[in-house]
């Protein structure tokens, strides 16, 4: 069981606790990056962002591309898209994922794990969030997330 939210990791790229939201009506997974470059046909070169609030937090990472597709966005529109691969780590559960790479900028997380990534694995409560780890310190502060309700017994 996951949350609406969790935090993940990319090990291959050394990112730890990343915020992602989980997101059941889109197919593909999608990560905030900047600074797309092409450094060989097949091969970029990306700085993935890892904080909204706190933007020089960020790795440059570079990898292989696996396909390039036009992909419909949450506003309808088809935009083309480099797609990735790396291992994603969801709690417990490590597993390989695409990911497409795209300008979240205006978004709360800076990840997107759609269904295809999601596969069977998983059943999702979309009322509580970071079911399966630390619940992050801005978030543990304020009182938004639901993890307290979310260790509770149902009743």
Known sequence: MIGLAELVDLPEWRIVRLRAKVDTGARSSALHVENIAEI?????????????????????VEAPVVRRTRVR??????????????????????????????????????????????????????????????????LRQSGRSSTASARRSPA
């Open 40 to 60: 060989a046909p097949d091969r970029v070169r990306f700085e993935v962002i890892l904080h909204r609030d706190r933007p020089e937090r960020r790795v440059t």
């Open 73 to 138: 966005s949450s506003t309808g529109r088809a935009e083309p898209r480099v797609f990735v691969r790396t291992t994603l780590r969801i709690g417990r559960i490590v597993l390989p994922v695409e990911l497409g790479l795209v300008d979240r900028a205006g978004m709360l997380y800076r990840m997107l794990i759609g269904r295809t990534a999601l596969g069977t694995r998983f059943l999702v409560d979309p009322s509580r969030r970071y079911l399966l780890g630390e619940v992050p310190p801005a």
